[in-house]
């Protein structure tokens, strides 16, 4: 596994001619940002030795090197999801493999269901922290010598990104929410007892992304900071439907907002 992803890390360095500290995934609600990456070499999973290839309709999958804020940048448009089939080795190989290109800070967004009863469709939320409520660990198995066996996970959200989050937030008047995310191993929805149950558990937001990598992510010592788009809710007295669709609607309305925090947090961290 480990020389795989070394073998991979190799082969990116050879073709990239910037050496980036922050990552960026952009999952649903952050395509447009990679239209604002400049001087950008793009480079299709599908090209990229050992890496997977996502399948989901609206996460086209390529790696994009160039500036965001002024900054040089790796950002991942597109990203394998557990549902997909693949397992939580693949799900987090890019992480490993950012981690051996020098990466030191990764953004991430994702689209979530809201569960706590204060959200609004299109509202956005910082995540402070996550349950793991997929069927495995992706650090299960060997350890992988990024890092320990048994790593911390008291700050898996970076404090002091989050403050930036907050300042960034406030001087652009744009409200954003502080809540956990927890993650399922989809690909259904939520159903209405479901929802509760997480609600429960202290989740303010449920998806089906993100914690592995952000697992791994700690694992390598990177810091981590998330957002999501709250496209629709579950766990209220009107049982909401959701589609694919809808949820893709309210991520693409609130993809500006979201955008100028990210765009700005990066410029500054
Ligand atoms: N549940 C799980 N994943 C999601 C949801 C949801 O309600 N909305 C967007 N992704």
């Not at 997977?52 to 002024?70: D, R």
């Not at 592995?212 to 209220?236: K, N, Q, W, Y």
């Amino acid at each position: 596994m480990y020389k795989r992803i070394l073998q991979t890390a190799e082969w990116l360095k050879a073709k990239m001619t910037t050496k980036p500290e922050t990552a960026i995934i952009l999952g649903s609600g952050l395509g447009e940002l990679a239209k604002e990456i400049e001087d950008s070499l793009v480079i299709p999973y599908s090209e990229i030795p050992n890496f997977p290839v996502s399948t989901v309709e609206g996460h086209a999958g390529c790696m994009i090197f160039g500036k965001l804020g002024g900054k040089d940048i790796l950002a991942m448009e597109g990203r394998i999801h557990y549902y997909e089939g693949y397992d939580m080795k693949e799900v987090t190989f890019p992480i490993r493999v950012m981690h051996e290109l020098g990466i030191k800070t990764l953004f991430v967004s994702n689209a979530a269901g809201g569960t706590n009863p204060g959200y609004s469709v299109g509202d956005l939320m910082v995540i402070t922290d996550q349950i793991n409520f997929m069927p495995e660990n992706p650090l299960r198995g060997a350890n992988i010598p990024q890092g320990p066996r048994f790593p911390d996970m008291g700050h898996a959200y970076d404090p002091e990104l989050i403050e930036l989050a907050n300042s960034i937030a406030r001087e652009n008047n744009i409200k954003v929410h502080h809540g956990v995310y927890l993650a399922t191993q989809g690909p259904t929805y939520e159903t209405p007892a479901e929802y509760r149950m997480f609600a429960h558990w202290g989740a303010d937001a449920v998806g089906m992304s993100t914690v592995p990598e952000v697992i791994v992510a700690r694992h390598c010592g990177i810091r981590c900071f998330g957002m999501s788009i709250i496209t629709d809710l579950g766990g209220h007295a009107q049982v909401m439907k959701v589609t694919h669709e809808d949820v893709q609607k309210a991520a693409a309305k609130a993809q500006p907002r979201m955008a100028t925090i990210m765009r700005e947090m990066i410029k500054r961290s």
